[in-house]
C-alpha cells in the first residue's frame, strides 16, 4: 500500500452519493477504502483527526463507473490514430485516410477505425482501390465500428500469405471471419511495444478523466494476443490508473486449460468468446434470416460447445463467457448453459455468475433463462443511441419490427438479470454517464430503465459481474473507488412518473443523480480515486 493510500482523507461540503446515508455531504476515506458517510455536521469531528480536508464546493462524489467491456489498446491506438467515426461520407473517410497517411510516414502498418458505411449517403465501404490510392500504396487496416470487418489495402493483403483462401475472404467487399482475423493480427503484429504501451496509458488515462475506475479488459487470442494482454495487466498494476480486470476469450476443456487461463492473470474464460458476430456486419445468428441480406449470420460456436465450456469452467472455479448477440446465437448460450447445469448442478453454475457480452436480441424465453441460470447481461447502451431507433441500422439489418425487441433493458430487470454496463470500446466512446443517458432514455420506450438503476449497472453491477458485492458503493468498508463531479441539481427520474414522484419525497431516502434529460450538459469530472489513490485531477480545479 502506497503512501497516498495510507492518508486519512475527509471529503466535505459536497453531496455523497451513498445508500448508507442518502443525504450525506461529507465522507472519510482511510487506508484505501470508505471509512464514514455522512452529515456535515458530524464531520466536524473527524477534521482534526484526518490528514487532508477537501472541500467539495458543493460538488457530487459518486461511485467510480466501471465499464465492463473495453478493449485498452484497441480503444488508444482509436485515440491516438485514425478515428473515422466523424466521418460524414466515403469522401470524407478518404481524406482521412490520406491526411493520416501523411503525417505518419514512419509507421510500418497504418490503423484506423469506426467506418459505419450506413451512415453514409453512398452506403458502402471504401474499396481496396480507392485505399490504395489514399495511401500510396501502403499496409492499412480499418475495422468497421463493430469490429466485427475490416477494408484493408493491397499491401497488408501482401503480408498474409494465403490469405484469399481462407472463409471471408471477399476481393470487393468487407473481410470477416477468419480472413479477416489473419489480417487483423498481421497488422497488431507491426505495432511496437512502445506504440501499444503508449496506446494503452493514453486509453487508462482517457477512462480516468471520464470518472472510470475499473475496466474489464476483454481480450482473447481471436481479438489481441496473450503479449498485449499480460502487458496490459502489468501496466495497470505498475502504474496509477483505473483498475484492470481481464477476461481470456479462450475455450477450456479441462483443468490445464483453465490454468494457462489464470496464468495469465484472467478472472474468467470469458468477453468475447464469440459465438456469433455483429448485426451491422450481418454476422450476428439469426433464428430467421436478415432483412437486408438473404442469410442468417454466421455461428461460431454451437449449444454442445458451449455446454463443453461452461462445464470445464464451472468444475475448476472459473467464469466462463460469450459474444452472443443475435436469437439463435443466444438460445444456443441457453440452451449449452441448461445442459452445462444438468451435468453439474444448478447451484454450481448460478455461483459461477457466468457472463454473456452484449445479449442484444432476447425474448422472454431467454429473459427467463439468463435469471434461472445466474447469468450476467454484460450489455453496451450505446449500442441503441447509435443503432436502433424506427430509421437505424438496426431496422436496416432486421426490419422495425424485430429491431424493437432490442436491448430489452426493463424486462432483463424486472426478471432479475443481473446487468453490466460497459462500451465495448472502441466500438462506441468511453462515456458512462452517456450510457446512463442511453439506458434511462432507450428508442424504444418500452424498454427505458431508471437513472438510478442504469447508475447501479454502470457502477456496482461491475463489481458484482467480477462476483464482487461489496464494492461499487459508497459505504463503510468498501473500496475508496469514487469519482467528483461538478453538475446541477440532483433529481431522481424513472419512465414511470407515479415512481419519480414517490422517489423524490424525502421520506424514501433515495438519493439523488444529475439530470440525465437529452440535451441537458452532462457532469464533469473533477477527480477520480481508486482504492484511495487520485489518478486524475482535472487541470486548474
Known amino acids: 500500500m502506497t503512501e497516498s493510500e495510507h492518508r486519512t482523507v475527509l471529503l466535505r461540503g459536497g453531496d455523497v452519493h451513498s445508500p448508507a446515508d442518502p443525504f450525506a455531504t461529507a465522507m472519510v476515506v482511510e487506508r484505501g477504502h470508505v471509512a464514514w458517510v455522512g452529515s456535515e455536521g458530524a464531520a466536524d469531528a473527524f477534521a482534526s483527526g484526518v490528514d487532508e480536508v477537501i472541500d467539495l464546493e458543493g460538488a457530487l462524489v459518486t461511485p467510480a463507473f466501471t465499464d465492463a467491456h473495453v478493449h485498452t489498446t484497441a480503444t488508444g491506438l482509436a485515440l491516438t490514430g485514425l478515428d473515422l467515426s466523424g466521418a460524414r461520407t466515403l469522401a470524407d473517410a478518404l481524406d482521412l485516410v490520406r491526411a493520416h497517411s501523411a503525417a505518419r510516414p514512419e509507421d510500418r502498418v497504418l490503423l484506423g477505425h469506426g467506418w459505419d458505411a450506413a451512415r453514409w449517403p453512398e452506403r458502402r465501404p471504401p474499396s481496396r482501390r480507392e485505399l490504395d490510392e489514399a495511401t500510396g500504396g501502403r499496409p492499412l487496416y480499418l475495422p468497421r465500428v463493430d469490429v466485427h470487418s475490416a477494408v484493408v489495402t493491397s499491401a497488408l493483403l501482401d503480408l498474409v500469405p494465403g490469405v484469399t483462401d481462407l472463409a471471408g475472404y471477399h476481393p470487393d467487399r468487407p473481410l470477416t471471419a477468419a480472413a479477416h482475423h489473419a489480417v487483423r493480427a498481421a497488422a497488431h503484429a507491426a505495432v511496437t511495444p512502445g506504440q501499444r504501451a503508449g496506446a494503452q496509458r493514453a486509453a487508462l488515462r482517457h477512462a480516468a478523466s471520464l470518472g472510470i475506475g475499473t475496466v474489464h479488459e476483454c481480450a482473447g487470442p481471436e481479438i489481441s494476443d496473450e503479449e498485449d494482454f499480460t502487458a496490459l495487466l502489468a501496466l495497470a498494476a505498475d502504474e496509477p490508473g483505473p483498475r484492470v480486470v481481464g477476461y481470456w476469450a479462450e475455450a477450456v476443456s479441462g483443468e490445464k486449460d483453465a490454468r494457462r487461463v489464470r496464468e495469465l492473470g484472467a478472472v474468467g474464460a470469458a468477453g468475447d468468446l464469440f459465438v456469433d458476430g455483429s448485426l451491422g456486419s450481418h454476422t450476428a445468428c439469426l433464428h430467421e434470416p436478415y432483412a437486408d441480406a438473404a442469410h442468417t449470420g454466421t455461428a461460431h460456436l454451437d449449444a454442445a460447445a458451449v455446454a463443453a465450456h461452461v462445464t470445464a469452467c464451472t468444475e475448476a472455479g472459473l467464469q466462463a463467457g460469450f459474444h452472443a448477440i443475435g436469437d439463435a446465437a443466444v438460445s444456443a448460450v441457453v440452451e449449452g448453459v441448461r445442459a452445462a447445469s444438468e451435468a453439474v448442478g444448478l447451484a454450481r453454475v448460478r455461483a459461477a455468475r457466468h457472463r454473456v457480452e452484449h445479449a442484444e436480441m432476447l425474448t422472454p424465453e431467454t429473459i427467463a433463462a439468463f435469471a434461472e441460470l445466474g447469468l450476467t447481461a454484460s450489455v453496451q447502451p450505446a449500442f441503441d443511441a447509435a443503432w436502433g431507433g424506427e430509421d437505424g441500422m438496426y431496422a436496416q439489418r432486421l426490419g422495425a419490427e424485430r429491431a424493437r425487441t432490442l436491448n430489452p433493458y426493463a424486462a432483463l430487470l424486472r ?116 482504492a484511495g489513490r487520485t489518478v486524475f485531477v482535472r487541470p486548474n480545479e
Open 415 to 530: 426478471a432479475g438479470v443481473p446487468l453490466a454496463f460497459g462500451s465495448d470500446s472502441p466500438v462506441t466512446p468511453l462515456d458512462p454517464w452517456g450510457t446512463v443517458r442511453a439506458a434511462a432514455f432507450h428508442r424504444t420506450p418500452e424498454h427505458r430503465i431508471s437513472v438510478r438503476a442504469a447508475f447501479t449497472a454502470h457502477t456496482r453491477g461491475g463489481w458484482r459481474a467480477t462476483g464482487r458485492d461489496d464494492a461499487g458503493v459508497l459505504v463503510p468498508g468498501a473500496p475508496a473507488d469514487y469519482a467528483v463531479w461538478r453538475t446541477e441539481n440532483l433529481v431522481v427520474q424513472a419512465p414511470d412518473d407515479r415512481v419519480a414522484r414517490w422517489s423524490t419525497d424525502p421520506r424514501s431516502g433515495t438519493p439523488g443523480l444529475p439530470d440525465m434529460t437529452p440535451g441537458v450538459e452532462l457532469p464533469l469530472c473533477l477527480r477520480t480515486v481508486v
